[in-house]
């Protein structure tokens, strides 16, 4: 199987940098749900965009959220995880009031990360696009929908 890669050029180089990136909201409360949900996506997109970083793959679960996005060389992991967490966590609790007020602070303090190197985007993705066909998850989803 071969793998195709789709470089990006830049001024002093070409690139194709892709983070797997995990967060969980504090004492991993499950909160992700409906209409915050769906508001995460958004804000997760609007930055993406506003970055000129690209989502390859996207799952808000009821308690974490799991990001495969490519981004620039410039930007360190660390980075690119707390420039989503700390956007939409501000947006969020300002919008969802009770955000507010059942949690001191929206996310976690930590966060995982991972470069695609170790596996292909392929493999990523489709872990991250899976998600809800996971056994512990099939009747949650089902519950909600």
Known sequence: MTVTRKVRRYSGGVYD????????PKYRRRVLDGPVAVRLRE???????EKGWEIIALEVMPDHVH??????PKASASYVANQFKGFTSRVLRSEFLHLKSQMPTLWSSSFF???AGAVSADTVEKYIN???ERPWTKKQK???A
């Not at 804000?43 to 965009?49: P, T």
Request: hydrophobic fraction near 55%.
């Open 113 to 115: 990360v991972a470069s």
């Open 17 to 24: 940098l892709g983070l797997h990136v995990v967060w969980c």
């Open 43 to 49: 804000l997760i997109e609007a930055k993406a965009a």
């Open 67 to 72: 990001l495969f996005v490519k981004h620039e």
């Open 130 to 132: 899976t998600q809800w």
């Open 142 to 144: 089902e519950g909600q």
